[in-house]
């Protein structure tokens, strides 16, 4: 590779980085906005927000560990609150609880590998 090229892709890498930092932050952001405004741990909005950054992690950053770390206390703080939600928020909040759970399926049998 020439010089130039290299220059170039060392910059696409840059921002490539600066970008994942700042959609981990906005994520991060968002869940604790969640905590602060009180937002029940069923809420879709909720429950979503912590699976895009559950899969951030282990599609993008190819850090498991957080992945399921993410997805697995999302999942469990909505499956103690089941009970206290309406029949529509309860279809909303399975399905999505749903995806977490076959993906955190999946990526705990990776790790076990």
């Known amino acids: 590779m020439r010089v130039r090229q290299v220059g170039q892709v060392s910059g696409v890498l840059r921002r490539l980085s600066k970008s994942l930092t700042s959609a981990q932050a906005s994520y991060n952001e968002a869940l604790q906005t969640a905590d602060k405004e009180l937002l029940p741990k069923t809420s879709p909005l909720r429950l979503g927000t912590a699976l895009n950054l559950g899969v951030l992690h282990y599609e993008i950053s190819s850090d498991s560990k957080k992945a399921i770390e993410v997805c ?3 999942f469990n703080e909505a499956s103690n609150c089941l009970n206290d939600i309406d029949m529509e928020e309860y279809k909303d909040c399975t399905t999505i609880m749903q995806l977490m ?7 705990k ?3 076990e590998k």
């Open 72 to 74: 697995d206390k999302a």
């Open 109 to 111: 049998n990776e790790e």
């Open 101 to 107: 759970y076959d993906n955190l399926t999946s990526w």
